[in-house]
């Protein structure tokens, strides 16, 4: 029989703090926000692709909203390729929120269900 993986979570008003042992025994931690929303380091690679650091965990949200901090329009996610680490839009970024990714490296993907 397989070891079953182990998951402790300790839910907070703005971060939730995850802590897993995976069957192997390694020890895994991650910390997210508690609103659902799931933050992810990523560049342009042209206005209608980003590239991101995880695709894994960004491919539970295709076809949902993506917002960029600092800039003001949200996007949908036509499609994420797990193996290239790209994210595909539906519409091309503007200038606004290519610079606003520029400088902060960081995309927000939005989940519509509740945390």
């Known amino acids: 029989m397989t070891t ?12 939730t ?3 897993a042992t995976t069957p192997d025994g390694e020890l895994r931690r991650e ?3 508690s609103n659902a929303t799931l ?4 560049r342009s690679k042209s206005p209608r692709e980003l590239v991101v650091d995880d695709a894994s965990v960004a491919a539970l949200f295709a076809g949902c ?9 949200e996007r949908l996610i036509a499609e ?8 595909e839009l ?5 200038d606004e929120a290519i610079d606003a990714l520029a400088s902060r490296g960081v995309i927000e993907i939005l989940s519509p269900e509740p945390a």
């Open 65 to 73: 909203p993506l917002k960029i901090p600092g800039a003001a329009t």
């Open 39 to 42: 933050r992810v380091s990523a």
């Open 90 to 94: 539906e519409t091309p970024l503007d």
């Open 80 to 87: 994420i390729n797990t193996t290239q680490r790209t994210i």
């Open 4 to 15: 079953p993986w182990r998951i402790s979570i300790d839910a907070g008003g703005t971060f």
């Open 17 to 19: 703090d995850c802590i």
């Open 31 to 33: 910390k997210v926000l």
